[in-house]
């Protein structure tokens, strides 16, 4: 059987306080779910708080190398025209 972890799932809990009475909201239920310990790992590196940063700057980089790259390959193949 592999590893588990307990651990309580965030938006479980967030639903829970959003939807309690007021007076409820101080001390919400804890709840808890079981998951292998590798989607556990996992899940904590994307709860990184520098991560989406990571992820749109990745994107943008992406975009402007896509749109380079198409620039080039349009270059070379006008150039190739001409040599033909």
């Known amino acids: ?8 799932p ?4 967030a639903l829970s306080a ?5 007076e409820a909201q101080s001390a919400p239920p804890q709840q808890f779910l ?3 310990l590798e989607s556990a790992r996992k899940l904590r590196f994307y709860d990184r708080p520098d991560l989406s940063e990571l ?3 990745h994107a943008q980089d992406k975009a402007q190398l ?3 790259n198409a620039a080039l390959r349009q270059v070379s ?3 190739a025209k001409h040599l033909i």
Do not use: S
């Open 55 to 57: 992820v749109e700057q």
């Open 1 to 8: 059987m592999p590893e588990t972890l307990l651990m309580p």
């Open 34 to 36: 079981r998951l292998p």
């Open 10 to 13: 965030r938006r479980l809990k």
């Open 18 to 22: 959003e939807t309690a009475a007021p």
């Open 66 to 68: 896509t749109a380079a």
């Open 77 to 79: 193949l006008t150039c």
